[in-house]
């Protein structure tokens, strides 16, 4: 299985790496449940360790729904990662109504081109996770989904997130999130059987 550390500096990126995970999340401000982070830190962490990066691509915290201003630097900010080599970017983009705004999805996965995309727990506030599961998995480009099953944990999702990957099939990867520890994972592993997991400590203990 492959695990996904989410780390926000430099120091726990080389923990990361040294302690076994075989890719990080990068971003900064997690206790705001994740932000873009700077350029210098994505450049110096890309040029230190031999694992893959992907970054997320959120302009502020609160709701995923967004002005043009802020789609232009998303956009912005995903040029830059894409100068910059890292694997992948992360990012969720909702109408009001709580639904995959598809047309502005559309467009950052086109600035994306050449990465990979993974959409992030925004899905775990649509109205209907599958239903919004369908509709990304009709859009090109998408690879991985982020989710904890609209739950806290990963754990109390694990029903739904193994509906979400089975109606996934092989169109792009479920990636349960959501209280996943290098403590219970392999139970965690018993019960949803996925392909990659995601936590902050997942391979350490971050504070």
Known sequence: MIKE??????????IAEKAGAHRIELCSNINLDGITPKKELIKKIITSIKIPVRVMIRPRDGDF???EDELKLMEKD?????????????FGVLN????????????LVEASSSLKVTF???????????TALKTLCEIPGITSILS???EKTAKEGAKLLKQMIQLANN????IPAGKITFN???HIHQLIDAKEYHGRSIVSQFN
């Open 96 to 107: 009001k109504d709580l639904t995959i705004d598809i047309n502005s999805t559309k467009r």
């Open 65 to 67: 729904n967004y002005s």
């Open 171 to 174: 169109d792009l990867i479920i």
């Open 184 to 186: 219970n994972l392999f």
């Open 5 to 14: 550390a989410c780390i926000e500096s430099y120091d726990e990126a080389l």
């Open 148 to 150: 904890s099953g609209r």
């Open 120 to 130: 992030h727990k925004a899905i775990d506030i649509t109205k209907d996770s599958l």
């Open 78 to 90: 995903i040029n830059i990662c894409k100068k910059l080599g890292v694997e992948g970017v992360v």
